[in-house]
């Protein structure tokens, strides 16, 4: 058995009915050349003769004195987290998208191991989607993107691949700043006394960082503390009722526009969603005088573990409150630039330990509910790289991977980006009943390149 960490068991305490706390993904395929009508069968046929999950994909919850641990599933059932369905006519994207809003509602099981796949034809153009919806306490979106390409070749011809849950782990390794001892056997007890040790050296550092944020609040224009994001309509409470809506934008648009403004793709990618929110929050009268803050997770991983949460937070001004694209822009990248400098001295650990004390208590809130109406900050947005090459699966090539994130209370929608190729993929999910008509920021997304191009 193995215990959870403080991050992976935070997903377990928030979940509820309306808040599933899973991740997942869309990916369309395009069967390869001479592929026969039944090759969506054949390829669920291939993936159901891997019937044997390794960690962490046969891994189920159970709890000892009330601590929560994974243990191996000894009776796992793959037909349980596989299926193959199918569209219904005429089965356009607006339908597949519809299902994906449908199956990313629900709770999984946990008296099983947490993650689900669905293999989906009868796509009008001929194309097969494949949906997987994986808990957050087991995995992370870098972690997950890595398994997505572990599972995949960049070669037509290979037919070797192994399915993700079928693949051997690779080992985690120590957070940077913590020192592992190799050349001995260390019982229980040494590796948790190890663990009070690191995390105790790292508190002098971050408790310097935590007073210099707070003496921040007051002289610091581009420091974004916990108590400055605005009330809006995005941080309702919220049903169990979901709304997914996709699209790709050519990565080189966006190259060539960050270019121009001598910034950064994830500057470009939150002026976009900025400049899409304004419109969308104007367009319901309901744009706060103040800017929107957004919440950006950034990946601290620095090995090839697959499993588990290594992520750290950023807070960014998304500057909603200025008319002119590149003011906005402008705020934008001084905001993360002063969030980046911060951690720029300080290790792995030190990094996510300042992260959750500076937002234990949104964490709290958002899990108590006790104090309604505030929040640390209005939206999550995600940037998540991706493949740099065309990938195939089996010899189904890779068209596109949408990601399919978390809805919560307080939260009601989030803005998730892939990096593809030579595309990026934006995947937006949302409370279909707090949030009318979302699906209208892909067009505004759209809006707000082009006004970042023409300024």
């Given at each position: 058995m193995t215990p959870l960490s403080p991050p992976d068991n935070m997903f377990l305490l928030l979940e509820r009915r309306n808040q599933p706390m899973h991740v997942g993904s869309l990916l369309l395929l395009s069967p390869p050349e001479g592929a026969g009508p039944n090759y969506a069968q054949e390829l669920a046929e291939w993936a159901l003769s891997y019937r044997r999950a390794q960690p962490p994909f046969n891994q189920k919850l159970t709890k000892r004195f009330g601590i929560p641990f994974w243990e191996e599933d000894t009776e796992f059932d793959l037909e349980a987290h596989f299926h193959h369905i199918s569209l219904p006519k005429p089965g356009r994207i607006r339908e597949l998208l519809a299902i994906v809003s449908k199956l990313h509602s629900g709770l999984m099981d946990r008296a099983k191991p947490l993650w689900e796949i669905y293999i989906i034809?009868?796509?009008?153009?001929?194309?097969?989607?494949?949906?997987?919806r994986i808990h957050h306490a087991l995995i992370d979106g870098v972690a997950g993107m890595?398994?997505?390409?572990?599972?995949?070749?960049?070669?037509?011809?290979?037919?070797?691949?192994?399915?993700?849950?079928?693949?051997?782990?690779?080992?985690?390794?120590?957070?940077?700043g913590v020192v592992a001892n190799v050349t001995a056997p260390i019982s229980k007890a040494s590796k948790a006394m190890g663990a009070i040790r690191d995390q105790a050296a790292t508190w002098p550092r971050v408790t310097k960082e935590i007073i210099k944020s707070i003496k921040a609040r007051g002289n610091d224009a581009d420091y974004v503390s916990v108590f400055q994001a605005p009330r809006s309509i995005l941080n309702q409470p919220i049903s169990a009722s979901r709304r997914f809506a996709a699209q790709s934008w050519d990565l080189p648009r966006i190259k060539a526009t960050?270019?121009?403004?001598?910034?950064?793709?994830?500057?470009?990618?939150?002026?976009?969603?900025?400049?899409?929110l304004r419109r969308y929050l104007t367009d319901l009268n309901a744009l706060p005088d103040k800017p929107l803050v957004a919440m950006v997770p950034v990946s601290l991983r620095k090995d090839d573990s697959d499993g588990g949460n290594q992520v750290g937070m950023v807070l960014a001004n998304l500057a909603t409150h200025l008319s002119h694209p590149l003011e906005r822009l402008d705020a934008i990248a001084r905001s993360v630039q002063n969030s980046k400098d911060r951690f720029a001295n300080m290790s792995q650990l030190e990094i996510m330990n300042y992260v959750g004390t500076a937002l234990a208590v949104s964490g709290i809130n958002m899990a108590t509910g006790i104090a309604p109406t505030w929040q640390a900050f209005n939206i999550v947005i995600s940037n998540v790289p991706g493949p740099r090459e065309t990938m195939y699966w089996n010899g189904a090539k890779l068209e596109g991977i949408y990601p399919v994130s978390i809805a919560m209370d307080g939260q009601?929608?989030?803005?998730?980006?892939?990096?593809?190729?030579?595309?990026?993929?934006?995947?937006?999910?949302?409370?279909?009943r707090t949030l009318p008509h979302m699906q209208k920021l892909l067009a505004y997304l759209e809006e707000g390149l082009v006004e970042l191009e023409n300024a």
């Open positions: 034809d009868g796509v009008e153009d001929g194309r097969i989607a494949v949906y997987s890595r398994m997505l390409q572990k599972g995949m070749s960049p070669d037509p011809l290979c037919r070797d691949t192994v399915p993700f849950w079928a693949m051997p782990p690779r080992k985690k390794a120590a957070p940077e960050a270019k121009k403004h001598n910034a950064t793709l994830n500057d470009i990618v939150l002026a976009m969603c900025a400049s899409a009601a929608t989030n803005i998730t980006v892939v990096s593809y190729a030579e595309k990026f993929e934006i995947g937006i999910i949302a409370c279909r």
